[in-house]
T-cell receptor, first 112, second 114 residues
Framework: AQSVTQLDSHVSVSEGTPVLLRCNYSSSYSPSLFWYVQHPNKGLQLLLKYTSAATLVKGINGFEAEFKKSETSFHLTKPSAHMSDAAEYFCVVSDRSYKYIFGTGTRLKVLA | ETGVTQTPRHLVMGMTNKKSLKCEQHLGHNAMYWYKQSAKKPLELMFVYSLEERVENNSVPSRFSPECPNSSHLFLHLHTLQPEDSALYLC?????????????FGSGTQLSVL
């Protein structure tokens, strides 16, 4: 069975400082891992996807995530937060077609 | 614009009403999904259709009835809902069998049941 845990329900950072959103996963197979972002009153938008080609995955808007098999982690980072990054972020694991398991989300607040 | 369009954006209905949510994808995908997003709960998969056949029904009450007339359209028919069914309903699509498979979401329908 697969599962995903987002370790923080809320994260606050100051504008211009680094962002770290933490995600741990569990899967019986070699999973695909995703990060999605949801802005208020919007659907979910894909930030990036890991599929075993490279452990460091670069996504849109300056975000990247590193796959660490030994730690079963897939944390999302960004060197410098922008006000427009304020949103909810979801870590997702999938180990087979059409089976996607979503984390409970991390709400990112960016302070001016 | 993600290529997945949902209507209406907002819906208020009484418990005795019948309404339908509509989803259309313009991406040529072969699978479509309904998810329910409630406050403080993970996204819940409701239904998956692959090539217009239902391949997943995640123990959803019968007051929710999906319909997939073709690979581009997906409906969710609602009747005799309960207040706890108030939530954001998200439609998504994907291309099954592709190594780069991923979900593309619509903007959702915010449903309030009075």
């Amino acid at each position: 069975a697969q599962s995903v845990t987002q370790l923080d329900s809320h994260v606050s950072v100051s504008e211009g400082t680094p962002v770290l959103l933490r995600c741990n996963y569990s899967s019986s197979y070699s999973p695909s891992l995703f990060w999605y972002v949801q802005h208020p009153n919007k659907g979910l938008q894909l930030l990036l996807k890991y599929t075993s080609a490279a452990t460091l995955v670069k996504g849109i808007n300056g975000f990247e995530a590193e796959f660490k098999k030994s730690e079963t982690s897939f944390h999302l980072t960004k060197p410098s937060a922008h006000m427009s990054d304020a949103a909810e972020y979801f870590c997702v694991v999938s180990d087979r077609s059409y089976k996607y398991i979503f984390g409970t989300g991390t709400r990112l607040k960016v302070l001016a | 614009e993600t290529g997945v369009t949902q209507t209406p954006r907002h819906l208020v209905m009484g418990m005795t009403n019948k309404k339908s949510l509509k989803c259309e994808q313009h991406l040529g995908h072969n699978a479509m999904y309904w998810y329910k997003q409630s406050a403080k709960k993970p996204l819940e998969l409701m239904f998956v259709y692959s090539l217009e056949e239902r391949v997943e029904n995640n123990s959803v009450p019968s007051r929710f009835s999906p319909e997939c007339p073709n690979s581009s359209h997906l409906f969710l028919h609602l009747h005799t809902l309960q207040p706890e069914d108030s939530a954001l309903y998200l439609c998504a699509s994907s291309q099954l069998g592709q190594s780069n498979e991923k979900l593309f979401f619509g903007s959702g329908t915010q449903l309030s049941v009075l």
